[in-house]
Nanobody, 116 residues
Framework: QVTLVESGGGLVQPGGSLRLSCAAS????????MRWYRQAPGKERELVAGISSIGGTTNYAGSVKGRFTIGRDNAKNTVYLQMNSLKPEDTAVYYC?????????WGQGTQVTVSS
C-alpha cells in the first residue's frame, strides 16, 4: 500500500520558518521524483518545488525561489521542504507528490498558515 504522510505544518508569523516532511512507503522511493504542491483557498493547486530521484536536480516556483529548499533522504524515504521568510501568501495546504513516468501518488496534505 502506497502512503505519503506530510507533517510539519502549522501557524507561523510572517518572516518565520517551517520545515515540512513527507514520509513515503509502499513504493520504490529512490526511483521517483518528488514534488511539493500547494493549494490556497479558491485557487488551483500549484507546483512549489521538485527534486529528482537521486536529488541532483531541483526546481522551484518563482514565488518561492531563494526562500524554500527541497531535499530528500533516500535512506529514510523522506522528502523535506524548508520554508524560510514565510509570507501570508504562502498560506495553503501543502501536498507531497511522487512521480515516475505515468505513475503519481499524493499525500493528504498539511496546512500552513502564515499570519500575525
Amino acid at each position: 500500500q502506497v502512503t505519503l504522510v506530510e507533517s510539519g505544518g502549522g501557524l507561523v508569523q510572517p518572516g518565520g520558518s517551517l520545515r515540512l516532511s513527507c514520509a513515503a512507503s509502499g513504493f520504490s522511493f529512490s526511483s521517483y521524483a518528488m514534488r511539493w504542491y500547494r493549494q490556497a483557498p479558491g485557487k488551483e493547486r500549484e507546483l512549489v518545488a521538485g527534486i529528482s530521484s537521486i536529488g541532483g536536480t531541483t526546481n522551484y516556483a518563482g514565488s518561492v525561489k531563494g526562500r524554500f529548499t527541497i531535499g530528500r533522504d533516500n535512506a529514510k524515504n523522506t522528502v523535506y521542504l524548508q520554508m524560510n521568510s514565510l509570507k501570508p501568501e504562502d498560506t495553503a495546504v501543502y501536498y507531497c507528490n511522487a512521480y515516475r513516468g505515468g505513475l503519481m501518488y499524493w499525500g493528504q496534505g498539511t496546512q500552513v498558515t502564515v499570519s500575525s
